[in-house]
């Protein structure tokens, strides 16, 4: 853990390294994490293009099993197949933004995988209003997608004001550029 310790921001340093298993508090729950993406946020990082906090475990798009709930937990229970919403690990909660529901402006907010560990490891835990129920009928591997295709819904359903009928430009064909090719395909049938 010493050498992990030491790491420091800066391009291409990150490492392989051996975790010890997170402990569960009463609050939280802990998750066997099964599937998890890479994010062009993780390559930012790997190339200090996006402000991060290390020694911090990279990944944030990922799905699991519930293997431990906190003694305050109400809704999650052991073996629940679940994902998470990683960007709201640390907010303040009082600032303007936090008080407006733009919680990712807020000027402490911390995400997984950049601010505290992420999911490029066998366990998280995390708080149980950041964790959502994934369907029996959703593959896990599937669910891994489940934040990737959020920041599509937000910018297409809350950001842009598209009909259809509009033109629409997608510039880049990552993962998600091509999470937005679907549901504006699908607009324009309607």
């Keep these: ?6 790491m420091k921001p800066g391009h291409g340093n990150v490492q392989i390294h051996p975790m010890e298993e997170p402990a ?5 729950v802990k998750i066997e994490v099964h599937y998890t993406g890479i994010c062009g946020t993780d390559l930012h990082i790997l190339h200090d293009t996006f402000k ?13 099993i519930v293997t431990e709930t906190g003694k305050d937990i109400k809704r ?29 402006f807020c000027p402490d907010r911390r995400g997984m995988g950049h601010g505290v560990h992420g999911s490029f490891t066998k366990y998280v835990v ?6 959502y129920s994934v369907p029996d009928h959703v593959p896990l591997e599937v669910a891994a997608l489940s934040e990737p295709l959020a920041c599509v819904v937000s910018a297409l359903e809350e950001l842009a004001q ?3 009928g509009d033109q629409v430009l997608i510039s880049g064909p990552g993962p998600i550029g091509l999470l937005c090719l679907t549901p504006l395909a699908g607009r324009g049938r309607r």
């Design 162 to 164: 598209l009909q259809a």
């Design 126 to 131: 995390v708080r149980e209003d950041m964790v």
């Design 52 to 64: 991060n906090y290390p020694p911090v475990v990279l990944g944030h798009e990922f799905s699991g």
């Design 76 to 104: 999650l229970r052991v073996g629940d197949r679940v994902t998470v919403l990683p960007s709201t690990a640390v907010t303040c909660g009082e600032c303007s933004y936090c008080r407006q529901g733009f919680y990712m």
């Design 1 to 6: 853990m010493k050498a992990l310790m030491k």
């Design 24 to 28: 569960c508090t009463d609050q939280t």
